[in-house]
């Protein structure tokens, strides 16, 4: 009889987001048991809906929205992207340069299987939003990552990374605004890793996601709009700014000098154009998105929900003996760090599942992140304040006498 396993392309693959601690609370669920879920960056079931010319856009557009698109996208969707590139003072894109996709997702897959052979290098930072080293895995390459620094507001380790690349790193792929951690780069930062880049001829890979969800009044610079001497492919979508992560909305371009990218950007062509295209009624939106950027702004202030349960999980957090937490700058995203020996943890996914077991609570422990060390978890802090301290009042009873071995 034949025995199917998954295949051994899969054996290193690992994307713990959704991964076995999830599978234990979706089991509890099942016997009835009601969990608070921190695990997923969805903003839609905690009320943060979509604006409503995003939903009136969709459906009168549905009907023109029934056949396959162009497999880069149609035109006024990349218009927009383009405009939006060129806001972001991104240089050197023109529309056969950009791809829609089924959310960024995709296109992180796609990006990767077209660029990577088997034993290529590629620098991801750690922690990593897990699907960059779940793809580049997949697509065969070696992954070496570069550490993020918690001293230093969880900045990219710049020696790191050099002392990290090798003749055969192809591309550096930087998270900015970062999961898990909040963290927002600064210019010199920025400026760090193109020189790197530059002086080894690299791709950079630069994920954008949560560029418009910013907070403190700072300025999210693309570093695309530093690069014109280089091949960057940027990425971004409505997943988290328009709170339409279900919709599957999302885009990549590709900028600046791309003389030595010929045969990688055909194979994108060729892998954009084997999945036909994606999904048409979203890409019906993007050009009213893009046009409406102000959806945000109220959250994101003082007296905002995003604010207000930034400021509250990173107080609260902090205020909890052994626990010490980075103050995010955007996303809705936190990464604190726990003091192991105090907790006696030496496995954080054991740790995380017990406190799913005891309290009800689904947080996400920091390997699932590609953080090497079991002395971090993450926190989404989209649910109300008031959620928020329910959570952690549940949190800090759990801690008040655990002993995790
Ligand atoms: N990139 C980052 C950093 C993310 O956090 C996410 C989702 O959480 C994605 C990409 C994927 O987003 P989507 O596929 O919904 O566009």
Known sequence: MKIFEKSRKLDNVCYDVRGPVVEEADRMIEQGIAIMKLNIGNPAPFGLKAPDNIIHNMKANLNHAEGYSDSKGIHAAREAILKY???????????????TGNGVSELITMSMQALLDDGDEILIPAPDYPLWTAAATLAGGNVVHYICDEQADWYPDIDDMRRKITDKTKAIVIINPNNPTGALYPREVLEEIADLARENGLIIFADEIY?????????????????PDLMVVTFNGLSKSHMIAGFRAGWMCLSGDKSRAK?????????????????????????????????????????????????????????IPGIT???????????????????????????VLDFLKEQHVLMVHGKGFHWEKPDHFRIVYLPSVEDLKLAMDKF??????????
Do not use: W
């Not at 560029?211 to 690069?227: F, K, N």
């Not at 993007?286 to 990173?314: S, V």
């Not at 800090?396 to 071995?405: H, I, P, Q």
């Open 85 to 99: 590139c060129i806001k972001k003072e991104i240089p050197n894109v023109k529309l056969h340069h950009i791809y």
């Open 211 to 227: 560029d418009r969800l910013v907070m403190d009044g700072q300025e999210h610079v693309s570093i695309a709009s530093l690069t």
């Open 263 to 319: 045969g990688y950007i055909e194979g994108l062509n060729m892998l954009s154009s084997m999945r036909l295209c994606s999904n048409v009624p979203a890409q019906y939106i993007i050009q009213t998105a893009l046009d409406n950027l102000q959806n945000t702004d109220e959250i994101l202030l003082p007296g905002g929900r995003i604010y207000e349960q930034r400021e509250y999980i990173t107080n609260r957090l902090n205020s």
């Open 325 to 351: 937490a980075v103050k995010p700058k955007a996303a809705f995203y936190i990464f604190p760090k726990i003091d192991t020996k105090r907790y006696q943890i030496e496995d954080d996914e054991k740790f």
């Open 396 to 405: 800090e009873l759990f801690l008040n006498g655990y002993k995790g071995t």
